[in-house]
């Protein structure tokens, strides 16, 4: 059976789903709000200081960086993105580690595919596609957690903060009680932050490191809070306190919303899974049935069109149930 017109239609449905993905996308609120965060960052940060710590640590996390890790950022895209997500997820997980279970994955289930009787085409790229993104999804579900449990009690941080200021004393000090009484997530960045004032980096540069290995808005108005007002001048204490408000009802406003989506997003789940439920189920009872999708060229490009149609269909759920606040 000749492949080419199978790639070509396979190619030519994965252009048109990514142009259809980027027709109705539109623009990107968060791209929008951190673009603004960065404008008002830069306007309040002292860049000279920051730049030359920050190309000093730069060499220090070079040096360390082992020989694993240099070889499996050979083979990885986008090492320098993969290598922040690592880092948000709390963990001592490196680049050789994420290699070895990605070429794992790969290795375990190409063998397994073709020990079922999968085409040899079809199982190298179901291999590749589990080898990529099953880690790739691990490591998101374990950033996703950490970042909600650090929102769930950062407005309690700050209103620690705020007590320590009213009692007299410094910004500096106060965080450093701060990760020290404060456990989790939030914790652990507050004693980061303090380490790394300890070795010369300035408040607003061990500040701005850690929101960007968070990516998170409640840490970045945290931020722009903090360098304000060092600028302008003020009651901090105050300003962190109505801060700290302002975030616990964007929690409960986020809750909410959650709870009215719910039903919807159940919804999209089960219409988007079943028919592969079903194809799975069919295929534990009859495997023979089932491979002509594999083998028949007709049945190849009604399977295809039908998954670039489940996709659209996934895309404006997707976004008919996810909301910007």
Avoid: C
């Amino acid at each position: 059976m000749d492949l080419l017109p199978l790639l070509l239609l396979a190619t030519g449905a994965a252009m048109t789903l990514v142009l259809l993905v980027l027709a109705l996308s539109g623009p990107s609120g968060e791209r929008a709000r951190n673009r603004r965060l960065l404008a008002v960052r830069e306007r309040h940060a002292s860049a000279a200081s920051a730049t030359a710590m920050e190309a000093q640590m730069r060499r220090i996390g070079n040096r360390s960086t082992s020989k694993a890790d240099r070889t499996a950022a050979r083979f990885l895209p986008n090492v320098e993105q993969l290598k922040l997500r690592l880092q948000k997820t709390g963990r001592n997980w490196t680049l050789a580690q994420y290699g070895k279970v990605s070429l794992g994955i790969i290795v375990a289930v190409f063998a397994l595919l073709l020990l079922r009787g999968f085409p040899l085409v079809l199982a190298l790229l179901l291999a590749l596609a589990a080898g990529m993104g099953l880690p790739h999804f691990a490591v998101g579900f374990v950033i996703k957690k950490r970042i909600a449990r650090f929102t769930a009690k950062f407005p309690d941080a700050i209103e620690l903060l705020v007590r320590g200021l009213r009692s007299g004393l410094p910004i500096t000090e106060t965080m450093t009680v701060v990760g020290q009484e404060v456990d989790g997530p939030v914790g652990e960045e507050f004693r980061l932050v303090s380490d790394r004032m300890k070795i010369g980096r300035s408040l607003d540069a061990a500040l701005q490191e850690t929101g960007d290995r968070l990516g998170t808005p409640e840490f970045q108005f945290f931020i722009i809070t903090i360098a304000i007002q060092r600028e302008t001048g003020g009651n901090l204490a105050e300003t962190l306190a109505n801060l700290a408000d302002v975030l616990r009802k964007r929690m409960q406003m986020k809750l909410k919303i959650k709870a009215m989506s719910s039903e919807s997003k159940a919804s999209a789940y089960i219409v988007g899974s079943l028919p592969f439920i079903v194809f799975g189920m069919i295929w534990v009872i009859n495997d023979t049935y089932m491979q002509n999708f594999f083998v028949d060229p007709r049945l190849m490009i009604a399977g295809m069109g039908g998954l670039l149609w489940m996709g659209i269909g996934a895309f404006i759920m997707a976004k008919m149930v996810n909301f910007e606040i």
